[in-house]
């Protein structure tokens, strides 16, 4: 598997790992966190295990702009493809068009 994240900087990770809603996250972690690490030299992945929080990911992209994904209760490869959705929303919104030009937003 190779998949190249183009415009997000940091990746946290928020799970808990007893509690149920936490699986997918887990899940992901374990199967495609390495993966993602190796092809993403770049990129900052902090893996957090802390006990009050719900299972998310944070994305902090290149111009300091964060998103949140919530994972609770979510698939290992549901979450792969919401955060690859929001690094390719990311790209999309930084050209509009305007009065037939293209500019950078």
Do not use: W
């Not at 183009?6 to 990746?11: A, D």
């Not at 719900?54 to 979450?79: A, T, W």
């Amino acid at each position: 598997m190779k998949v190249s994240l183009q415009n997000v900087k940091k990746v946290q990770i928020f799970s808990h790992s007893h509690k149920k809603e936490s699986t997918g996250v887990r899940k992901f972690v374990k199967e495609f966190l390495p993966a993602l690490k190796y092809h993403n030299s770049d990129v900052i992945f902090e893996n957090k295990n802390e006990q009050n929080t719900s299972p998310l990911i944070e994305l902090s992209f290149e111009d300091d702009v964060v998103q949140k994904l919530d994972c609770s209760g979510i698939r290992k490869e549901k979450i792969l493809e919401d955060l690859l959705k929001a690094d390719e929303n990311f790209k999309a919104k930084e050209k509009v068009e305007f009065f037939g030009k293209e500019i950078k937003i």
